[in-house]
């Protein structure tokens, strides 16, 4: 991988905070709440914060196990919602 490669590929700090942050805008956006919206990017800057403080500890392997869970739960919710657009689109 060359020198470009490794400088566009993201951290997994830089992934966490992102996950967060996308899911802030996607819940404003489906619930359209100027209210909800200034809560939910409060929520996002604070924890992309947090991602940075807490970075070195993905390598701990108590840390992994965790993030497995929540890798779970996440496919688990994706596969969910997914089921729940091709029952209404079969309607």
């Known amino acids: 991988m ?8 993201k951290t997994s700090t830089e992934n966490f905070a992102d996950i967060f942050r996308t899911f802030g ?6 619930f359209n709440d100027p209210e909800l919206k200034e809560k939910a990017k409060k929520f996002t800057d604070a924890t992309a914060e947090s991602a940075k403080t807490f970075g070195s500890r993905f390598k701990d392997e108590d840390v992994k196990d ?5 890798g779970k739960a996440a496919e688990d919710f994706g596969k969910s919602v997914a089921d729940c657009f091709k029952k209404e689109k079969g309607k």
Do not use: G, P
Request: glycine content about 0%; charged content about 40%.
């Open 66 to 70: 965790k993030f497995r869970d929540v």
């Open 25 to 30: 805008q996607a819940i404003s956006e489906i």
């Open 2 to 9: 060359s020198q470009e490669d490794n400088a566009d590929k």
